[in-house]
């Protein structure tokens, strides 16, 4: 268990926290307001970070024609349809336990 608790908030946000240390990091979140604001920003900052960023047009065109059996671009009716998963549903879990809300009435909440 780490004894400054405080140093823990990046590994909690991005669920890295080891088990020893989760429920006693959880109780120190609910006293400290420091840390929970530092867990707020780190969850924002690291789903921006697993956000897709989309390929200039320009690299998606030219990628396209080099797959064509052709060498010419692909028509859209070509491409596979359907929508690409929400960033939400790619990335996994969601924020950290307490930012999410109460917690279920026992144990730790499913992944």
Do not use: I, K, W
């Amino acid at each position: 268990m780490n004894d400054d608790l405080h140093l823990l908030t990046g590994a909690y946000a991005v669920h890295a926290l080891p088990a020893a240390d989760l429920a006693p990091f959880e109780r120190h979140l609910t006293r400290c307001p420091s840390c929970r604001a530092e867990v707020r920003r780190l969850c924002e900052a690291a789903a921006r970070l697993a956000a897709p960023v989309p390929p200039p047009p320009a690299l998606r065109t030219r990628l396209l024609g080099s797959l064509h059996p052709h060498g010419g671009a692909l028509r859209e009716q070509e491409e596979p349809p359907g929508e690409p998963a929400p960033p939400s549903a790619r990335r996994g879990r969601g924020p950290p336990p307490l930012l999410r809300g109460p917690p279920p009435s026992r144990g730790r909440p499913p992944p």
